[in-house]
T-cell receptor, first 114, second 114 residues
Framework: AQSVTQPDIHITVSEGASLELRCNYS??????LFWYVQSPGQGLQLLLK??????LVQGIKGFEAEFKRSQSSFNLRKPSVHWSDAAEYFC????????????FGTGTKLQVIP | DAGVTQSPTHLIKTRGQQVTLRCSPK?????VSWYQQALGQGPQFIFQ???????QRGNFPDRFSGHQFPNYSSELNVNALLLGDSALYLC?????????????FGQGTRLTVV
């Protein structure tokens, strides 16, 4: 069964600092990979997705992620964090497209300090 | 485009009662999935509906059931509510005809069982 691990439950960064959120997946083949963001009490917004091709994926709000097959990782990065980025971030995988069930990690809560 | 809409936004029920949550998919989407997100956790897949039939199911008891209507909207029903059913219930929609696409999520229904 596919699984997703986000080893960092909580991360605190200063505004303007760089950010990297870690994600590792377990699956027999290359799955479809996603990063979602969730603000308190809200639904999930897609930041970016990887299906195939270029392993460096650009998303919204200045985020990017890099797929590394050898490490089964899909880490999320942002060069300069803004206070509005404070939220919870979920890495997720699916067998194929969005019409398959999506398996989520447990999330990483990001706190941004001035 | 209204996106994925869910109703109600909040709900309080008593243990043992039954509840129905509703979801309208994004325009052009024909597949609806339901997820349960307990506090501090990532969303967990409940089931998925396509062509008015349950196509996939996660590890949830039979107390959780659903329905999809000809207009692609969907309902999630939970019988004999337990305190542990308190969670944010998220609906996601997508299209079977488009493989390389993600699931779009609604804002969720916050269910509290007392």
């Amino acid at each position: 069964a596919q699984s997703v691990t986000q080893p960092d439950i909580h991360i605190t960064v200063s505004e303007g600092a760089s950010l990297e959120l870690r994600c590792n997946y377990s699956y027999g083949a290359t799955p479809y990979l996603f990063w979602y963001v969730q603000s308190p009490g809200q639904g999930l917004q897609l930041l970016l997705k990887y299906f195939s091709g270029d392993t460096l994926v650009q998303g919204i709000k200045g985020f990017e992620a890099e797929f590394k097959r050898s490490q089964s990782s899909f880490n999320l990065r942002k060069p300069s964090v803004h206070w509005s980025d404070a939220a919870e971030y979920f890495c997720a995988v699916a067998l194929s497209g969005g019409y398959q069930k999506v398996t989520f990690g447990t999330g990483t809560k990001l706190q941004v300090i001035p | 485009d209204a996106g994925v809409t869910q109703s109600p936004t909040h709900l309080i029920k008593t243990r043992g009662q039954q509840v129905t949550l509703r979801c309208s998919p994004k325009s052009g989407h024909d597949t609806v999935s339901w997820y349960q997100q307990a506090l501090g956790q990532g969303p967990q897949f409940i089931f998925q509906y396509y062509e008015e039939e349950e196509r996939q199911r996660g590890n949830f008891p039979d107390r959780f059931s659903g329905h999809q209507f000809p207009n692609y909207s969907s309902e999630l029903n939970v019988n004999a509510l337990l305190l542990g059913d308190s969670a944010l219930y998220l609906c996601a929609s997508t299209s079977q005809g488009r493989k390389n696409t993600e699931a779009f999520f609604g804002q969720g229904t916050r269910l509290t069982v007392v």
